[in-house]
């Protein structure tokens, strides 16, 4: 496994509880033990948990694992016919099945002195900067934006928040939730400013393309991030976007791709699909590893993705593909109270379910459906309040 | 063997849930509840399928 984080180590385990005595080396360019990154923008950023409440597994739990385990130290080339892994040390480590999950890293701004958070170490620096009358400006109010921006809110920083599209996060949840979610920044006297473009990072803030200098002390740049592919480049693995696998989540041969990295072909909704979700890493590294090990009995890999979100008071959750959703219709609670459930169409089928304040019961009925392909006719009554009508 | 879950951790994804129903279930915040911290043998696997996908790594599996 190259990759040393929640889908590399749920591959590892997978392996072993499945019977694989033989080497497992787990390769990772991070010098930390595998550790959870969701509590980075909350608990840790909030100063709330100290870093090592963060391990993914005790060292008890790791060491009865048997890895050959090589932290500090990065993957700098596959080759395929050969079936080796160089390493930044020099070495090279051979296999006979490889599970590539080295993750995304985040996308920057020209300039620099920008925080970005993606690692612990991103997380300490940026927490050791906050505090009351500090002021921020976040840099996207995507999902990992929101979320740290509503913390450092609730540090007493000045917190602005520049988003280039009309709604924030529209694309991903529609219009109506999504302004919902900005009226949560807004209410609380976070500058949400919508429709600007950030071009760049100076030493006094954030100059937009306008020619704007928006000032702040400290600049969290949360533009959405790019795959650790580089790697990869000349070994004959198709990249695009992630490492390019079919729906068993293979690569090439006894070559799979599991977590943020992954692009496969997700039968249950019929597309390409790469997710940046926590659970999706395990899931994904689970299958690329039971796939790799008994390749006469593999399965397609046929989730529905499910990511939660916390900002502020509210925990948002959702199931399904919701992105390139034609369609959303609020089909329980209220939308205006921030208690509901929200469905999402695309094509003909339910593709998703997203909810705010709901009990689970509530959202696994909507999980069931999507996981069984329901038809939006079947699943959603026809008198459901369309959102923002 | 014996479940241990540490519900500070937990971020109510259900997946426990999912994966063994006879061992986990949620309160009315989506927070995981134990309904067997001893579960029986058989319920093993699916304990250690939940402990795999719990996104919060909030579930352990103890020797007593
Ligand atoms: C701050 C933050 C908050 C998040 N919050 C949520 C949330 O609330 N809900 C949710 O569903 N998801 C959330 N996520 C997403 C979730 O954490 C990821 O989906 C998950 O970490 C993906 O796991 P992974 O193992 O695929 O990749 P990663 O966690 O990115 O791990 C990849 C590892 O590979 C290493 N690596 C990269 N290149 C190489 C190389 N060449 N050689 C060796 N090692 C290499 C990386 O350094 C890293 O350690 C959040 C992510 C972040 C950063
Ligand atoms: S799987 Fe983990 S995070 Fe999800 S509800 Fe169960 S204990 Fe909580």
Not at chain 1, 129 to 146: C, E, I, S, Y
Not at chain 2, 30 to 36: D, H, N, Q, V
Request: with cysteine.
């Amino acid at each position: 496994m190259v990759g040393a984080s929640a889908a590399g180590l749920a591959a590892a385990e997978t392996l072993r509880r499945e019977g694989y005595d033989g080497t497992l080396t787990l390769v990772g360019d991070e010098p930390q033990a595998p550790y959870d990154r969701p509590p980075l923008s909350k608990q840790v950023l909030a100063a709330q948990w100290q870093p090592a409440r963060l391990a993914l597994r005790p060292p008890a739990d790791l060491a009865a694992l048997d890895l050959d385990l090589r932290l500090g130290v990065a993957a700098t080339g596959l080759e395929l016919t050969e079936r080796t892994v160089r390493l930044a040390d020099g070495t090279e480590v051979p296999y006979d099945g490889l599970i590539v999950a080295t993750g995304v890293r985040p996308r920057r701004l020209p300039g620099a002195g920008a925080h970005v958070l993606r690692t612990l170490d991103d997380a300490l620096v940026l927490r050791d900067r906050l505090g009351p009358g500090v002021r921020l400006v976040v840099v996207g109010a995507g999902f990992l934006g929101a979320e740290a921006a509503a913390v450092a809110w609730r540090l007493g920083a000045k917190v602005t928040l520049l988003e280039p599209a009309a709604v924030p996060l529209a694309h991903a949840v529609g219009a109506e939730v999504g302004a919902l979610l900005a009226r949560a920044h807004v209410e609380r006297g976070v500058d949400l400013r919508c429709g600007v473009t950030a071009s760049e990072v100076t030493e006094d803030g954030v100059r937009l393309a306008d020619g704007e200098l928006v000032e702040s002390d400290e600049v969290l740049v949360a533009v959405g991030s790019q795959p650790n592919t580089e790697w990869l480049e000349g070994s004959g693995l198709a990249v695009g976007d992630g490492v390019v696998c079919d729906e068993y989540c293979e690569a090439a041969r006894n070559v799979y791709a599991a977590g943020d990295v992954a692009r496969w072909h997700n039968p249950l909704f019929g597309t390409s699909m790469r997710i940046e979700h926590r659970t999706n890493a395990a899931e994904q590294g689970m299958a690329a590893a039971r796939n790799l090990l008994r390749p006469d009995t593999r399965k397609p890999f046929a989730p529905v993705p499910y990511f939660w979100s916390d900002q502020y008071d509210m925990k948002i959750q959702a199931y399904g593909y919701l992105r390139g959703h034609d369609e959303v219709a609020v089909v329980d609670g209220d939308l205006a109270e921030g208690r509901f459930v929200a469905a999402y169409r695309t094509g003909g089928g339910l593709s998703g379910a997203l909810a705010v304040g709901m009990p689970p019961r509530v959202l696994r009925v909507w999980r069931q459906a999507i996981a069984a392909g329901a038809a939006w006719g079947e699943a959603v009554r026809t008198d459901a309040t369309v959102a923002g009508a | 063997m014996k479940v241990e879950l540490e519900a500070d951790k937990c971020v109510a994804s259900g997946q426990c849930v999912l994966a063994a129903m006879d061992v986990f279930d949620q309160d009315d915040d989506g927070i995981a509840i134990l309904l067997e911290d001893e579960p029986a043998p058989e319920l093993l696997d699916d304990v250690k399928e939940a402990i795999a996908v719990c996104p919060a790594a909030a579930i352990r599996l103890v020797e007593q």
